[in-house]
């Protein structure tokens, strides 16, 4: 059986008290223990927060991005062992608005992962093509591209990765990929696991883009699809908490 996970992004939202009531409306609604992993991936400054509010509950933390440094004069950054001190489970890297606004390489998000991984902390690494890219019958050759970049880098520890698969023409925009589509997508994902790790079975592999209420469990149906990764919807109780149900529901 399955070991869902949905997490969600809250990207650069929220402040102490909206994230309190947030998470407030939220964590005393999950099931304490279940096949189903929620996790929220916050912004650095409230690592401590989240630490604080939702230890000893259900709901796991994550941060979304890592430096590729481990330590020294790089302003700004915000290291692996920072993230462990607030005990940090996971961290996004190679986040789409990362490779697209701040100029992340494949080279650079294999690096972020591995400093996690030597951290116990596990990148929860994100794949996926624009629209360009899929309207030339690239997405294939663009996912797998990205994937590799990791593989290589990150070698016997293949196993402890997430993957999500997020593709870029999906995200913020309330058009989802298809069940199917993604199906595909992560099928071939999760052929490429398969050919690094033996234990590439139970490697999660999420599905992010417009995930919403109504669409996350024709999603998670899917034979490849392991959770979620939620953007919008992780910021309204209600309909995160939906998604959770539907993942509990498989
Ligand atoms: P949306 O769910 O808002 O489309 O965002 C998806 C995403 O980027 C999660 O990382």
Sequence with gaps: M?????AGNWKMNGQSVGNADL??????????????????CVPAPYLAQVQQVCQGTPMQWGAQDVSAHEAGAYTGEVSADMLSDFKTRYVLVGHSERRQYHGETSAVVAAKAQRALAKGIT????VGETLQEREAGQTNEVVKRQLAAVIQQVA???SELVVAYEPVWAIGTGRTASPEQAQLVHALLRAQLRAASAHAERIRILYGGSMNASNAASLLAQPDIDGGLIGGASLKPKDFLAIVAAALAQ
């Design 123 to 126: 990148p929860i690494v994100c």
């Design 156 to 158: 016997h520890c293949v």
């Design 23 to 40: 998470l407030a409306a939220i964590t005393p609604h999950l099931p304490a223990s279940s096949q189903v992993d929620v996790a929220v």
């Design 2 to 6: 399955k070991r869902y996970l949905i």
